[in-house]
C-alpha cells in the first residue's frame, strides 16, 4: 500500500484523480477501500478523486463498504435485455442494475458505459426504454458510447461486425432525440 501511496504523492500535483480499473476493480475491493480511505485521509491527496470503472457486478454490501470513500464510479451496461446481457458476458444484468441505481441514489454514478457492438446488443432495439431508464438517472451522469472493435478480442468475439463511426453516430442521435443531453461519443473509431 505504501508503495502505491508513493507513486500517488510523487504525482499527486499534475492529477486530479486516481480511477481503480482493469479486468473488474472490484475483485480487490478491500484494497480499493483501504486505498480511497488512506488518499481521503491524508491532507497532501485529499484534493483527489476516487473513481472505480466497474462491471456493475459487485453486491450492495460491497458497494456500501467503499461508498464513504467513493467519489463516483463508471458502469459497463452491454445490454439492455437480460437474455442478451447473459449471451454477452455469461451473466444476468440484474446485479448492474441495482448497481446503477444504487450508485445513482448516492450520487457516486460519474458514467454508465453502452458497448455497441452492430447486431449483436439491442441498444437501437431498445431504444425507446433504455432513453427512458437513461433519463432517470442524475443529470450529471455521463453516457458514454463505445464503439465495438477487433483489437485485443479473442474467440467467438472476433466474428461480431466492428462498429462503424457512422453506426455510434446514429446510435448517438437516437438518444439524443429523445432528450439526452450528456452522451459522450468515443474520440476515436478505428473502422
Not at 508513493?6 to 480487490?28: P, W, Y
Not at 437474455?83 to 448516492?106: M, P, S, Y
Not at 438517472?137 to 478480442?153: D, E, Y
Amino acid at each position: 500500500m505504501e508503495e502505491m501511496l508513493a507513486v500517488v504523492r510523487k504525482n499527486s500535483l499534475f492529477i486530479t484523480g486516481v480511477t481503480v480499473t482493469g479486468g473488474e476493480a472490484t475483485l480487490q475491493l478491500n484494497f480499493i477501500t483501504e486505498l480511497f480511505t488512506q488518499i481521503k485521509a491524508d491532507p497532501a491527496l485529499n484534493h483527489l478523486t476516487c473513481m472505480i470503472d466497474s462491471n456493475g457486478s459487485l453486491s450492495e454490501t460491497g458497494w456500501l463498504k467503499v461508498m464513504p470513500v467513493l467519489d463516483g464510479a463508471m458502469i459497463d451496461l452491454k445490454a439492455w435485455q437480460e437474455e442478451t446481457h447473459q449471451w454477452i458476458t455469461g451473466r444476468d444484468n440484474h446485479r448492474v442494475f441495482k448497481t446503477l441505481n444504487l450508485l445513482a441514489e448516492q450520487q457516486k454514478l460519474h458514467e454508465v458505459r453502452l458497448l455497441h457492438i452492430p447486431s449483436v446488443t439491442d441498444f437501437q432495439a431498445e431504444i425507446d426504454d433504455l432513453a427512458d431508464y437513461l433519463s432517470q438517472l442524475p443529470i450529471s451522469t455521463q453516457v458514454r458510447l463505445n464503439a465495438f472493435q477487433h483489437h485485443g478480442v479473442t474467440g467467438e468475439a472476433l466474428e461480431w461486425p466492428i462498429c462503424t463511426k457512422e453506426e455510434i453516430e446514429t446510435l448517438a442521435q437516437q438518444l439524443e432525440k429523445r432528450g439526452m443531453k450528456n452522451v459522450v461519443r468515443p474520440a476515436v473509431v478505428l473502422s
